[in-house]
């Protein structure tokens, strides 16, 4: 469909985090992935909640990994899948990076 391969790949926001097993499932993390096969760096991003109100500090986490990475020169493409807390921009608290763990979303979210 395009003439040129995009440098990058952004699906997204989606409604709801996408976590463990829940990834299989996903349109979002799914369209990702079609750009890491094709070999273009891919984000899956998604606002962890169900009420949905901070769309925009999705965006701009989104916004602020595009141009972190942007910068760097890979030689592999690579697919990162980020949940973004429902709450504003501002209060943030960083990153944390994790591999995909194992959880399927009929299982309840224990909290230590």
Same mark, same amino acid.
């Given at each position: 469909?395009?003439? =040129?391969?995009?440098?990058?790949?952004?699906?997204?926001?989606?409604?709801?985090?996408?976590?463990?097993?829940?990834?299989?499932?996903?349109?979002?993390?799914?369209?990702? =992935?079609?750009?890491?096969?094709?070999?273009?760096?891919?984000?899956?991003?998604?606002?962890?909640?169900?009420?949905?109100?901070?769309?925009? =500090?999705?965006?701009?986490?989104?916004?602020?990994?595009?141009?972190?990475?942007?910068?760097? =020169?890979?030689?592999?493409?690579?697919?990162?899948?980020?949940?973004?807390?429902?709450?504003?921009?501002? #209060?943030? #608290?960083?990153?944390?990076?994790?591999?995909?763990?194992?959880?399927?979303?009929?299982?309840?979210?224990?909290?230590?």
């Amino acid at each position: 469909m395009l003439d =040129t391969q995009p440098d990058m790949v952004i699906s997204g926001i989606n409604a709801g985090a996408n976590m463990g097993d829940d990834t299989i499932y996903s349109g979002t993390v799914a369209a990702a =992935t079609e750009g890491f096969l094709l070999g273009i760096p891919a984000i899956a991003v998604s606002l962890a909640s169900r009420e949905l109100a901070h769309y925009d =500090t999705a965006a701009r986490v989104v916004a602020d990994l595009v141009r972190q990475f942007e910068k760097r =020169t890979h030689s592999l493409p690579w697919l990162l899948n980020v949940n973004v807390p429902d709450v504003p921009y501002e #209060q943030l #608290q960083g990153r944390e990076v994790t591999r995909l763990g194992k959880r399927h979303k009929a299982e309840p979210v224990v909290k230590g």
